[in-house]
């Protein structure tokens, strides 16, 4: 008897969990809408009937890897939180932002919901796994714990991680934000219609199924879950590219990646002039459009921005850009993707439906077997603080509880 008393005392040292209601949040990069599905994704569909679930969910332009999960963090479109594509040029500095600190801090009054749990105090703890610009600090905070993306780190040693978390014996965690980098990865490769994909996507499916298995194991049913996407995909093929260094030679310079190119006119160049010859050229090809930024539709939500060049080009979808010619190159040349197949590539007006992300939320706050709909991206913010209990910042979300309660239990309203 004595001997069950010491483990007992060992594990309680070992381990705790967070007093505060506890939400674990995972994104699937590229999961579109259509891929909840009983024969493709058996285990994931099966959850349905004990989950709060989406139609699909409407997120923000560009629908892209980057943009969206700051979206999903900070609750804001793009021309507020500043994070306009996976790249973006610095018109001041004359230089192209990619991946890093710079990039996520348009706006250094942001506060991602990471840094807002971790404000709030009391022993609240966040831990964020390889989700896209969390290793920065925000207001001078950084997550209790944090692990920066590595796609060498299997799946299984990223919930494990997320799972000690959760049970530190000296700051438990009531906030994890997770991503995993499929199907996304795949479907670039191979098309969003491929074998392969439908492989990929079984993974993700079997990877969900051990994920809910390890909160089982480690008691920790009482975490809330929601699983998410940024975006969904289209296909494209190498005949559907548009050059548009034809139509403008070297009077400009483009950034960004297809299918949205900003535009800037060289020194000595009129805007004016350089957005005629693009307009010209879409009103021939009528399969992209460009805009100058004041004219540059509402529901983008990046006019306000300052950003944004003075001239954007978008293509339609399942065409793309001279610029994506490099990308096809990278998936032949390093992972093997045919010359002629189709690729993946997203990006496009979230109008379009095949650019729509996925949602499940299962847990004790919310509705079992409950179809919320049509959801927006921007929303998630809002319901992260609300299951967490956590005042909204002095920058308040685009977003609105408003928009997604209804999946809530009423208590939780």
């Not at 080009?313 to 850009?321: L, R």
Request: glycine share 6%.
């Amino acid at each position: 008897m004595k001997s069950i008393f010491i483990v007992l005392f060992l594990i309680s040292r070992s381990s705790s969990k967070s007093p505060f209601d506890k939400l674990l949040v995972v994104s699937y990069d590229g999961f579109r809408y259509d891929y909840l599905d009983r024969e493709l994704t058996p285990y994931m569909y099966s959850l349905k009937s004990s989950s709060s679930f989406a139609k699909h969910v409407i997120n923000v332009f560009p629908t892209q890897t980057f943009v969206n999960h700051f979206s999903i963090a900070t609750g804001l479109y793009s021309e507020t939180h500043g994070v306009i594509g996976n790249t973006v040029f610095n018109s001041k500095t004359g230089k192209l932002m990619r991946y890093g600190h710079e990039l996520f801090h348009y706006n250094n009054d942001i506060t991602p919901i990471w840094t807002l749990n971790q404000k709030a105090g009391q022993g609240r703890h966040s831990g964020v796994m390889m989700w896209p610009g969390s290793q920065f600090p925000y207001s001078n905070i950084v997550p209790t714990f944090i692990n920066v993306f590595d796609r060498g780190t299997a799946w299984e040693n990223r919930i494990s991680t997320v799972m000690s978390w959760f049970l530190h014996p000296k700051s438990p965690a009531n906030l994890v934000m997770m991503y995993i980098e499929e199907p996304d990865d795949e479907e670039h490769t191979s098309g969003p219609g491929s074998s392969q994909t439908r492989e990929r996507l079984r993974r993700v499916d079997k990877i969900t199924e051990h994920l809910f298995k390890s909160l089982k194991n480690n008691s920790l049913t009482d975490v809330n879950v929601v699983l998410l996407s940024d975006h969904g995909m289209e296909g494209v093929t190498l005949d559907r590219m548009i050059d548009l260094t034809k139509f403008v030679g070297d009077k400009a310079a483009m950034y960004g990646t297809s299918p949205v190119l900003h535009i800037y006119p060289n020194k000595g160049q009129s805007i004016v002039d350089i957005y005629s010859k693009l307009n010209e050229a879409a009103a021939r090809n009528k399969h992209f459009k460009v805009y100058l930024k004041e004219s540059i539709p509402e529901h983008f939500h990046i006019k306000d921005c300052q950003r944004t060049a003075p001239i954007i080009a978008v293509a339609e979808p399942t065409y793309a850009f001279q610029d994506y010619y490099g990308a096809i190159d990278w998936q032949i040349n390093n992972k093997g993707a045919p010359r002629n197949g189709t690729y993946g590539i997203h990006g496009y007006d979230p109008q379009t439906i095949n650019m729509r992300p996925y949602f499940m939320a299962h847990g004790p706050k919310f509705k079992e077997n409950f179809n919320a709909g049509e959801l927006r991206i921007i929303d998630m913010y809002p319901l992260f603080a609300n299951i967490l209990q956590l005042e909204l910042p002095s920058i308040k979300p685009n977003g609105t509880l408003a928009g997604i309660q209804t999946i809530l239990k009423p208590r939780n309203k």
